[in-house]
């Protein structure tokens, strides 16, 4: 008995001394600050002269896909990693190119029918532009939580931060991307859907519109996020 009562103290003793505490999961300290990779915002610093405050403070470095090349998009970056499937990026970043080349050669397809320069100058040629006007116009700005109170699930609204807003619109774009016909090739699907987005048209537009109604509709629970 008193063995038994001995071992178990040295266990439980043991685990307390396994549990590792976060903070230390990383090997930076909680004084460090990310890195500043675009280029904007160092020119933005340089300007305000905010950079000479940062020459004493401990910076992480940074990752290996992030750098200050004028070519880095961090959202067409993030977008690529929603398109990879098993890790195969180098696919995911040819499917991704292959898309915004279309989008391009439709664009200059538009552009050259186009009959006056006013038609000519509201066309945007640039795919990386027509991304993020088609992420912008996708982001819903609420949702709908279950929360039960008095043994009824009530759907409530309740706002969206930043960045599951930007999730949801990837994941919704890549979602009617994959929902189309099998027939066609993913950068062509891609092409359409991202065009269909950036004119504030198309399937994933409408989901948010229709999600949004279903907050309106269910406004009167909307105290029950608070209680």
């Known amino acids: 008995m008193l063995r038994s009562i001995v071992g178990a103290i040295v266990q439980k003793h043991t685990t307390a001394q396994c549990i590792v505490p976060t903070v230390r999961m990383s090997q930076y300290g909680p004084h460090f600050i990310e890195p500043v990779v675009s280029k904007q915002k160092i020119d933005a610093l340089q300007e305000s002269e905010d950079l000479s405050k940062l020459s004493h403070v401990p910076i992480k470095a940074a990752l290996n896909n992030q750098n200050c090349s ?3 998009d ?3 970056s993030q977008f690529t990693n929603y398109v990879m499937k098993q890790g195969n990026k180098q696919l995911a970043r040819e499917l991704v190119e292959k898309g915004f080349e279309n989008i391009k ?3 200059l397809e538009r552009y050259h ?4 320069e006013e038609e000519k100058a509201k066309i945007e040629l640039n795919p990386r532009t027509l991304l993020r006007q088609a992420v912008e116009n996708c982001r819903p700005l609420l949702q709908l939580t279950p929360i039960k109170r008095g043994g009824v699930r009530y759907q409530v609204p309740v706002p969206v931060t930043e960045k599951r807003s930007y999730f949801l619109s990837m994941k919704w774009l890549l979602e009617a991307v994959r929902e189309k016909e099998r027939t066609v090739h993913f950068p062509e699907k891609m092409a359409w859907e991202i065009l269909d987005a950036a004119a504030n048209q198309g399937k994933v537009v409408k989901r ?13 629970y909307a105290h029950y996020r608070w209680s």
């Open 70 to 72: 004028v070519f880095y």
């Open 74 to 76: 961090p959202l067409v």
């Open 105 to 107: 050669r439709l664009q």
């Open 113 to 116: 029918l186009a009959e006056s």
């Open 208 to 220: 948010k519109h229709e999600l949004h109604r279903q907050c309106e509709a269910n406004r009167a």
